[in-house]
């Protein structure tokens, strides 16, 4: 069974940081993409960031690639450090993974296989 499993959520000032991590269980991510999405209630699942399974290739939304930096520290987990947090970026945040395929857009979230339950992040002013 695949597990795809954040942490690290909670409550932050504006202007804090938080740090998200996410482990992946159940089958060898070495060869896929690991992104981070949030959503907002209401909105729709918005990008954040993502990273190649060599951790080589780095993606980013524009919004967020000064204050936010994923990474990836082996095979199977990611983390996304979150700097100067804003009441905006409150949300749930979920960890994905996607198979490398030909042409994957990572910013879309339907390019992602596999989804975390989500972890939510609250800032306060």
């Known amino acids: 069974q695949v597990q795809l499993v954040e942490s690290g959520g909670g409550l932050a000032q504006a202007g804090g940081s938080l740090r998200l991590t996410c482990a992946a269980s159940?089958?060898?991510?070495?060869?896929?993409?690991l992104g981070w999405f949030r959503q907002a209630p209401g909105k729709e699942r918005e990008f954040v960031a993502a990273i190649s399974w060599s951790g080589r290739r780095t993606y980013y939304a524009d919004s967020m690639k000064d204050r936010f930096t994923i990474s990836r520290d082996n095979a199977k987990n990611t983390e996304l450090q979150m700097y100067s947090l804003k009441v905006e970026d409150t949300a749930v945040y979920y960890c994905?993974?996607?198979?490398?395929?030909?042409?994957?857009?990572?910013?879309?979230?339907?390019?992602?296989?596999?989804w975390g339950q989500g972890t939510q992040v609250t800032v306060s002013s």
């Open positions: 994905a993974a996607a198979a490398n395929r030909s042409g994957t857009d990572y910013r879309s979230h339907y390019e992602y296989d596999y």
């Open positions: 159940g089958r060898t991510f070495s060869s896929y993409t």
